[in-house]
């Protein structure tokens, strides 16, 4: 990303594209007191910069069926770059990870991943988690119920 100035109005109108990214110009220039070609030119300005990363659509979950998030916790049994490098290429890769973190404390890596069914998770778990020889333990927790999903960052 290149260097970047954010002033007042670039802060206020992306907390807005984080809460709804589909939101036309005409209805940020109501929150920001900028006229909306000015605020699509400024919106332009944060893709191409690599301000904005992404665009994604977060799907209905009545839409995604039943299935069973994990949180992995993960403890490496070694840190040689090579092996842990193909080790986070791998979890990184896969269409469930849905979150990848390098973290501190007693674990290494934690990992949001999402299943369709219990058999899913333990072929990934067998194929990817327990048998790669970075790995020296793993524990997995199953989400009973979400209280809150975002990845918006307060500006």
Do not use: W
């Not at 929150?31 to 191409?48: C, D, T």
């Amino acid at each position: 990303m290149a260097d970047f100035e954010l002033d007042r109005l670039d802060l206020q109108i992306l907390a807005a594209l984080q809460e709804n990214n589909q939101a036309s110009a005409q209805d940020l220039a109501e929150r920001v007191p900028l006229s909306p070609s000015a605020i699509l030119r400024r919106i332009r300005g944060y893709r191409a910069s690599g301000v904005i990363s992404a665009d994604v659509s977060i799907l209905a979950p009545n839409l995604t069926g039943e299935r069973i998030r994990v949180l992995l916790m993960i403890q490496l049994e070694t840190h040689a770059p090579p092996t842990v490098t193909d080790f986070r290429s791998q979890l990184v890769g896969s269409p469930n990870v849905q979150v990848c973190l390098e973290v501190s404390g007693v674990y290494d890596i934690a990992c949001l991943g999402v299943f369709r069914s219990m058999d899913e998770f333990n072929a990934f778990a067998d194929a990817t988690v327990a048998s790669h020889p970075a790995v020296r333990r793993y524990e997995a927790s199953f989400v009973k119920r979400g209280a809150k999903m975002s990845l918006a960052v307060p500006l």
